[in-house]
Nanobody
Framework: QVRLVESGGGSVQAGGSLRLSCAAS????????VAWFRQAPGKEREFVTA???????TYADSVKGRFTISRDNAKNTVYLEMNSLKPEDTAVYFC???????????????????WGQGTQVTVSS
């Protein structure tokens, strides 16, 4: 069994930065495919970024060049570094993981078996 817990959300001004953390328990993240999704009020949950062994790191066009996904296997944690934040980045951010198997479509929610509870990110103009 795997439990994911996000943290690091908050409120920042446009152009600022935040780093989100997703701590895993039960299994090591070193063998996982991991991803971040986000959901703004009234909108569908959308793909942000993923780290898989087959495809490496992939990013949605909306965050490419601004966000970076990384892992710290010693801490069993995955991070999302967000720079040059925009008001449209405001959302609840969720981390997700797949414990085993090939991820064919990193942006597909159905690929991932475990999800965190989400952490709020608010970007002000």
């Amino acid at each position: 069994q795997v439990r994911l817990v996000e943290s690091g959300g908050g409120s920042v001004q446009a152009g600022g930065s935040l780093r989100l953390s997703c701590a895993a328990s039960g299994r090591t993240l070193s063998t996982y495919a991991v991803a971040w999704f986000r959901q703004a009020p009234g909108k569908e949950r959308e793909f942000v970024t993923a780290s898989t062994w087959s495809a490496g790191n992939t990013y949605a066009d909306s965050v490419k060049g601004r966000f970076t996904i990384s892992r710290d296997n010693a801490k069993n944690t995955v991070y999302l570094e967000m720079n040059s934040l925009k008001p449209e980045d405001t959302a609840v951010y969720f981390c997700a993981a797949k414990i085993w198997g090939t991820v064919d479509i990193p942006s597909d929610r159905s690929e991932y078996h475990y999800w965190g509870q989400g952490t709020q990110v608010t970007v002000s103009s």
